[in-house]
């Protein structure tokens, strides 16, 4: 058997002078045998990186199904003939022109998940201590099983991920200048998915069907308006959208901006007592707002309002890591709430913007929302003094 990577293909004639083949070939074998050349490749972009790799942690998918990726070799000297097939010969690399950000987000996630279970390994190799000191110890044996199970899990999905195949297009003996146009033109006609669109038809993301479900189902949500075609502006009085609503049950739910691999394991396991859970902080808020909630005259139409609220709700949601079944009484603090533009305690917080709105914009850092939290937390206080002092 010869060294290098197998590609059990054939090469085809194509424009007169260059060859192209497309062959299946393991995802471990992308993220050695190919290479990316500044010159021809536009800049990496981390952020569509991370939403893809985000796509494969949260699905929990047996095998990856991407599109096509296109590459190129420019010297077919670079392979040899064996009885097998054809080899690239070892050192010899792969350019990418299509599908770069797919490739480094299955690498990004081959890490993280090697990350993942090198801290369960600590977590293991500490329980085992303990469990020598004390071997008597019901809950220790009960943890300790668990941990294995769960890297076992996270190990068997790591390996699944690195022999998936990707359908590949090899491009053959095209320069440098060439390729740069191919990449051109396989980029020219892309057309993106709606986000909205994306997730009210994802069935696979356990969030994402959660949240169809509550749309579907809840009579306040209905009112309010739920935007399912495109994002919302400010002429769409719909109160919030799939993806807004994807953000506020990810922060509802873990307490984090972002979706993880271990909240949709949570989710998946058992999704009814999160669809409840998210059921419960609409059917809680809603009522305590304006009568049309996603009008822009309120702030509650407000993406940074609706996922502060998320993240206030829930610091109550859990107690001890317990759920807690009282949660949604933190969110009477709404009653009676200013969600005019001239709120004095938000107006203080945030200012106004020269169309003598609050200054709400939506930014990635968590400023806005921490001061709205911080807010909340005041009101609530506010609410428990008033109480006890009745």
Same mark, same amino acid.
């Given at each position: 058997?010869?060294?290098?990577?197998?590609?059990?293909?054939?090469?085809?004639?194509?424009?007169?002078?260059?060859?192209?083949?497309?062959?299946?070939?393991?995802?471990?074998? %992308?993220?050695?045998?190919?290479?990316?050349?500044?010159?021809?490749?536009?800049?990496?972009?981390?952020?569509?990186?991370?939403?893809?790799?985000?796509?494969?942690?949260?699905?929990?998918?047996?095998?990856?199904?991407? +599109?096509?990726?296109?590459?190129?070799?420019?010297?077919?000297? $670079?392979?040899?003939?064996?009885?097998?097939?054809?080899?690239?010969?070892?050192?010899?690399?792969?350019?990418?022109?299509?599908?770069?950000?797919?490739?480094?987000?299955?690498?990004?996630?081959?890490?993280?998940?090697?990350?993942?279970?090198?801290?369960?390994?600590?977590?293991?190799?500490?329980?085992?201590?303990?469990? @020598?000191?004390?071997?008597?110890?019901?809950?220790?044996?009960?943890?300790?099983?668990?941990?294995?199970?769960?890297?076992?899990?996270?190990?068997?999905?790591?390996?699944? %991920?690195?022999?998936?195949?990707?359908?590949?297009?090899?491009?053959?003996?095209?320069?440098?200048?060439?390729?740069?146009?191919?990449?051109?033109?396989? /980029?020219?006609? &892309?057309?993106?998915?709606?986000?909205?669109?994306?997730?009210?038809?994802?069935?696979?993301?356990?969030? /994402?069907?959660?949240?169809?479900?509550?749309?579907? $189902?809840?009579?306040?949500?209905?009112?309010?308006? &739920?935007?399912?075609?495109?994002?919302?502006?400010?002429? /769409?009085?719909?109160?919030?959208?799939?993806?807004?609503?994807?953000?506020?049950?990810?922060?509802?739910?873990?307490?984090?901006?972002?979706?993880?691999?271990?909240?949709?394991?949570?989710?998946?396991?058992?999704?009814?007592?999160?669809?409840?859970?998210? $059921?419960?902080?609409?059917?809680?808020?809603?009522?305590?707002?304006?009568?049309?909630?996603?009008?822009?005259?309120?702030?509650?139409?407000?993406?940074?309002?609706?996922?502060?609220?998320?993240?206030?709700? $829930?610091?109550?949601?859990?107690?001890?890591?317990?759920?807690? @079944?009282?949660?949604?009484?933190?969110?009477?603090?709404?009653?009676?709430?200013?969600?005019?533009?001239?709120?004095?305690? %938000?107006?203080? @917080?945030? +200012?106004?913007?020269?169309?003598?709105?609050?200054?709400?914009?939506?930014?990635?850092?968590?400023?806005?929302? &921490?001061?709205?939290?911080?807010?909340?937390?005041?009101?609530?206080?506010?609410?428990?003094?008033?109480?006890?002092?009745?």
């Amino acid at each position: 058997m010869m060294d290098g990577l197998c590609l059990q293909m054939t090469i085809h004639p194509f424009c007169e002078k260059f060859g192209l083949a497309t062959v299946a070939i393991k995802v471990q074998d %992308l993220l050695n045998y190919t290479t990316i050349d500044p010159m021809v490749q536009r800049k990496l972009s981390t952020g569509q990186r991370r939403k893809i790799a985000n796509y494969l942690q949260e699905r929990e998918l047996d095998r990856v199904f991407f +599109g096509p990726v296109t590459l190129s070799l420019r010297d077919v000297s $670079h392979l040899s003939r064996s009885g097998e097939g054809l080899y690239l010969r070892p050192g010899s690399k792969l350019s990418i022109l299509d599908g770069q950000h797919r490739i480094l987000a299955l690498g990004y996630v081959n890490e993280q998940l090697q990350k993942e279970a090198r801290q369960i390994e600590k977590k293991l190799a500490a329980l085992k201590i303990k469990q @020598r000191k004390d071997p008597g110890n019901i809950e220790v044996a009960e943890e300790l099983g668990q941990l294995e199970g769960l890297l076992n899990q996270i190990e068997k999905r790591r390996l699944e %991920l690195m022999e998936s195949e990707l359908a590949v297009q090899i491009y053959i003996g095209l320069t440098e200048d060439e390729e740069k146009q191919l990449f051109g033109d396989i /980029n020219s006609k &892309v057309q993106l998915v709606s986000k909205e669109i994306g997730h009210s038809f994802d069935s696979v993301d356990p969030i /994402n069907l959660v949240i169809q479900q509550v749309v579907e $189902h809840n009579m306040f949500l209905k009112g309010a308006g &739920v935007e399912k075609r495109s994002n919302l502006t400010a002429y /769409n009085k719909n109160f919030t959208s799939f993806s807004w609503m994807y953000s506020v049950a990810t922060i509802l739910f873990s307490g984090k901006m972002q979706a993880s691999y271990e909240l949709a394991r949570k989710v998946r396991k058992d999704p009814s007592s999160y669809t409840e859970i998210l $059921h419960q902080f609409y059917t809680t808020i809603l009522p305590l707002m304006p009568e049309q909630p996603g009008s822009p005259q309120f702030t509650s139409s407000s993406r940074v309002v609706q996922e502060s609220l998320a993240m206030f709700a $829930h610091r109550y949601l859990f107690v001890n890591d317990q759920y807690n @079944r009282d949660w949604t009484s933190c969110l009477q603090i709404l009653e009676g709430f200013d969600w005019s533009h001239e709120n004095e305690r %938000l107006v203080e @917080r945030f +200012g106004k913007l020269d169309n003598g709105k609050l200054n709400l914009v939506h930014e990635k850092s968590l400023r806005k929302h &921490v001061k709205l939290i911080q807010l909340f937390e005041e009101m609530l206080a506010e609410r428990k003094s008033e109480e006890a002092s009745a």
